[in-house]
């Protein structure tokens, strides 16, 4: 997995906010293991099949977080993910296999990061046309 980033400070409405952008590409497949590879993709068309995707991650954290804690956050990420296939990522995380799903992928995502700064809001770009965010409420 290769990372480009970027990184910014901003305020919004009074409240000083850091952003961190990574790109990274990473393959997945959405499958069932209850149902035939057939059935998966009738339900999950080319989807079904490993695939990959240039992903862009947004992270957004309250107040100023230094690069130093992102810098190792995304090393830290980018091993966990390793060769850059988030199903077995996502089973690691949760314990158990999940659909690869953008929805899932944001979730945990949003759990492993509330766990190393104070994360207000999370965005996975997955293509041009499907996205997952996730904003705290304040």
Do not use: Y
């Amino acid at each position: 997995v290769r990372f480009r980033n970027g990184m910014g400070v901003r305020v919004k409405n009074g409240r000083l906010e850091t952003f961190f952008e990574w790109e990274f590409s990473a393959i997945h497949h959405l499958s069932n293991p209850a149902l035939s590879q057939a059935e998966c993709e009738s339900l999950f068309g080319k989807c079904a099949r490993t695939h990959g995707h240039r992903f862009r991650l947004k992270m957004v954290a309250d107040g100023g977080v230094s690069s130093g804690p992102w810098r190792h956050l995304q090393d830290e990420l980018q091993a966990d993910l390793g060769e850059g296939d988030l199903n077995g990522w996502l089973e690691n995380q949760n314990g158990h296999p999940m659909l690869a799903t953008i929805e899932n992928l944001v979730t945990a995502l949003r759990r492993w990061a509330e766990q190393r700064l104070p994360l207000v809001a999370l965005r996975l770009d997955e293509t041009e046309n499907n996205a997952c965010e996730w904003r705290k409420l304040r």
